[in-house]
């Protein structure tokens, strides 16, 4: 079996992807009130602060700084997958393992975790995130996405409302995952 090495660090900020088992799925989008209750339902139970996210259809980036005591994101991630599992009709395949281990069909198991290093780091992520639903050809400004912290950044006067431009096709490659 893998062993899978994470860093954990009390007080850390890290960058987070986490992905629906159906990459084809828009079930985040379709049923974004869930997820946001199920969101709230995490951060009620183990505080954390959102530093930047952006949900699309099928998988989720954000960065998140823990509390100073607290390195236990996997807690969090778990507590949010199976809140918004929980809201969600029984209806998706499940494979023989998952089933062997009651487990739904909704999320892929794992996720991609970052610590983030410096300034530098949170920036290119923070920029990432904001720019992704525009290379994924969602939309063609990044203010135009509809669950994206971006607003609030811009409210805060941090980014102007036409930060990213208007984007062609295969634009933002300068991002890359």
Same mark, same amino acid.
């Given at each position: 079996?893998?062993?899978? @090495?994470?860093?954990?660090?009390?007080?850390?900020?890290?960058?987070?992807?986490? %992905? #629906?088992?159906? =990459? !084809?799925? /828009?079930?985040?989008?379709?049923?974004?009130?869930?997820?946001?209750?199920?969101?709230?339902?995490?951060?009620?139970?183990?505080?954390?602060?959102?530093?930047?996210?952006?949900?699309?259809?099928?998988?989720?980036?954000?960065?998140?700084?823990?509390?100073?005591?607290?390195?236990?994101?996997?807690? @969090?991630?778990?507590?949010?997958?199976?809140?918004?599992?929980?809201?969600?009709? %029984? #209806?998706?395949? =499940? !494979?023989? /393992?998952?089933?062997?281990?009651?487990?739904?069909?909704?999320?892929?198991?794992?996720?991609?975790?970052?610590?983030?290093?410096?300034?530098?780091?949170?920036?290119?992520?923070?920029?990432?995130?904001?720019?992704?639903?525009?290379?994924?050809?969602?939309?063609?400004r990044v203010g135009d996405w509809p669950y994206s912290t971006f607003p609030r950044f811009v409210a805060r006067g941090w980014f102007p409302e036409d930060w990213?431009?208007?984007?062609?096709?295969?634009?933002?490659?300068?991002?890359?995952?």
């Amino acid at each position: 079996m893998t062993t899978y @090495r994470r860093l954990f660090i009390p007080g850390g900020t890290y960058f987070f992807t986490v %992905a #629906l088992a159906d =990459r !084809s799925s /828009s079930l985040l989008t379709e049923r974004i009130d869930d997820l946001r209750a199920a969101y709230r339902y995490a951060h009620d139970r183990h505080p954390f602060e959102t530093v930047a996210m952006v949900v699309l259809p099928e998988h989720i980036h954000c960065i998140w700084t823990l509390p100073e005591d607290d390195a236990d994101y996997p807690t @969090r991630w778990r507590l949010l997958k199976t809140a918004f599992s929980r809201r969600i009709p %029984a #209806l998706e395949p =499940r !494979s023989n /393992s998952r089933q062997a281990k009651h487990e739904r069909g909704i999320w892929q198991r794992r996720y991609w975790e970052h610590a983030v290093r410096d300034e530098e780091d949170l920036l290119r992520h923070v920029d990432y995130i904001h720019f992704n639903p525009v290379k994924h050809g969602y939309v063609g400004r990044v203010g135009d996405w509809p669950y994206s912290t971006f607003p609030r950044f811009v409210a805060r006067g941090w980014f102007p409302e036409d930060w990213g431009g208007d984007a062609p096709n295969g634009a933002g490659e300068e991002f890359g995952e």
